[in-house]
């Protein structure tokens, strides 16, 4: 049972332009949402996150919105650029969540075109 | 900056032998997240390790096991390796800032022969 999708593997974006990767979840406990960016052969760097008591979270070129009570949330890159080209997991946890780690997605591939 | 080391960057080993991996977090930080990312799928969370105990595990056979240590540094050990035991073992320590955030190490990729 996945607690945590990424439906869409790969997404492939003009650069200069909006990249927006999404993410749903499935359990109402999950209070805590989370980006993380992946390179090969390289361990998950983390982007960006949001607590549930706030809808949007914005940190340079990267916005995190949250909606509640449809149970997604989405990453938005703005401007994209061939550097951001990379998979992107999303991961949930809840308050005390430090017992159970996070849950990931299984990723999407994000391609930056020049 | 991760502040987080594993050891070795890959291994390789045959069906049945056992494997140990290793992971040090930066100094000060006392709990230790080991995830097994097979190919395509996401991050599975393994083992939780906080101040020398194991505090919980995933949905993982026992033969996947480990321990820490008093310098909080850790080991991973998986016994009577599995063809599908291939995949990439990844550490994490807690954030200062918001416990919720992890931060990974390089990994180790294990491959069974």
């Known amino acids: 049972d996945q607690q945590v999708k990424q439906n869409s593997p790969s997404l492939s974006v003009q650069e200069g332009r909006i990249s927006i990767l999404n993410c749903d979840y499935t359990?109402?406990?999950?209070?805590?949402f989370l980006w993380y960016k992946k390179y090969p052969a390289e361990g998950p760097t983390f982007l960006i996150s949001i607590s549930s008591i706030k809808d949007k979270n914005e940190d340079g070129r990267f916005t995190v919105f949250l909606n509640k009570s449809a149970k997604h949330l989405s990453l938005h890159i703005v401007p994209s650029q061939p550097g951001d080209s990379a998979v992107y997991f999303c991961a949930a946890s809840w308050e005390g969540g430090g017992a159970d780690g996070l849950t990931f997605g299984k990723g999407t591939h994000l391609i930056i075109q020049p | 900056e991760a502040g987080v080391t594993q050891s070795p960057t890959h291994l390789i080993k045959t069906r049945g032998q056992q494997a140990t991996l290793r992971c040090s977090p930066i100094s000060g930080h006392t709990s230790v997240y080991w995830y097994q990312q097979a190919l395509g799928l996401g991050l599975q969370f393994l083992l939780w390790y906080d101040e020398g105990e194991e505090r919980n595990r995933g949905n993982f056979p026992p033969r996947f096991s480990g321990r820490q240590f008093p310098n909080y540094s850790s080991e991973l050990n998986v016994n009577a390796l599995e063809l599908e035991d291939s995949a990439l073992y990844l550490c994490?320590?807690?954030?200062?800032?918001?416990?919720?955030?992890?931060?990974f190490g390089a990994g180790t990729r294990l491959s069974v022969l």
């Open positions: 994490a320590r807690k954030g200062q800032e918001a416990k919720n955030i992890q931060y």
């Open positions: 359990n109402s406990m999950f209070d805590y």
